[in-house]
């Protein structure tokens, strides 16, 4: 079972308008908590990275934030601009017993901004 | 240089052929990692490769073999695939394998397998 979801599964909006993509996670331990965004057909390229102790990270205009209490975390996209659609990933990072870290991926959100 | 290259970009293949995806990063990274990736599903992860030795298999099947001639290169042979095998291709490297290090996607191969 996947560990990481978020929601909403797919999203449009018009651009210049804001939005705000949720990630819940249930994996534990936790070292870290990524926002990935992955154009069709490309790698993920890394937005935020936000470890237990921080609340919230920008990157220009996108803006996450981290509740490890509750085991969530937003994205919010301001001012959305047509080249924002994509996939956006939540991706939590945990340590392994024998060392290295475990990368679980959560299945993506679809944002698609249109005129 | 701060980008992972991967080729070809796209890939057909027969169930019979013998065909190799490559990978290369000049940053210095010494952690590097394939993924598959289905239409519409998250990354998968294959194998990590940590200072050029192979530190994590994810019980991948053995027609996949995957190689670190030196550590700016990462291979993945492929033999004798299964349609079900046709995906997205993603190699990552980062600095090292510890959870703080991000780790940075190359563009993938789409591999179709008929």
């Known amino acids: 079972k996947n560990q990481v979801e978020q929601s909403p599964q797919s999203l449009i909006i018009l651009e210049g308008k804001n939005c705000t993509l949720q990630?819940?996670?249930?994996?534990?331990?936790?070292?870290?908590l990524r926002w990935y965004k992955q154009d069709t057909g490309r790698g993920p390229v890394s937005l935020t990275i936000?470890?237990?102790?921080?609340n919230t990270k920008s990157n220009g205009r996108y803006t996450a934030t981290l509740d490890a209490d509750t085991k969530q975390s937003s994205l919010h996209i301001t001012a959305s601009q047509l080249s924002d659609s994509a996939s956006y990933i939540c991706?939590?990072?945990?340590?392994?017993?024998?060392?290295?870290?475990?990368?679980?991926f959560g299945t993506g959100t679809q944002l698609k901004v249109e005129l | 240089d701060t980008e992972v290259t991967q080729t070809p970009k796209h890939l057909v293949m027969g169930m019979t052929n013998k065909k190799s995806l490559k990978c290369e990063q000049h940053?210095?990274?010494?952690?590097m990692y394939w993924y598959k990736q289905k239409a519409k599903k998250p990354p998968e992860l294959m194998f990590v490769?940590?200072?050029?030795?192979?530190?994590i298999n994810e019980s991948v099947p053995s027609r996949f073999s995957p190689e670190c001639p030196n550590s700016s290169l990462l291979n993945l042979h492929l033999h004798a695939l299964q349609p079900e095998d046709s995906a997205l291709y993603l190699c990552?490297?980062?600095?090292?394998?510890?959870?703080?290090?991000?780790?940075?996607f190359g563009p993938g191969t789409r591999l179709l397998v008929l």
């Open positions: 990552a490297s980062s600095q090292g394998e510890g959870p703080r290090w991000t780790q940075y």
């Open positions: 936000m470890t237990f102790s921080e």
């Open positions: 990630c819940n996670y249930t994996v534990s331990p936790f070292s870290n």
């Open positions: 940053m210095g990274h010494r952690a």
């Open positions: 991706v939590v990072t945990a340590p392994l017993k024998g060392g290295g870290n475990k990368l679980t």
């Open positions: 490769y940590s200072y050029e030795k192979l530190s």
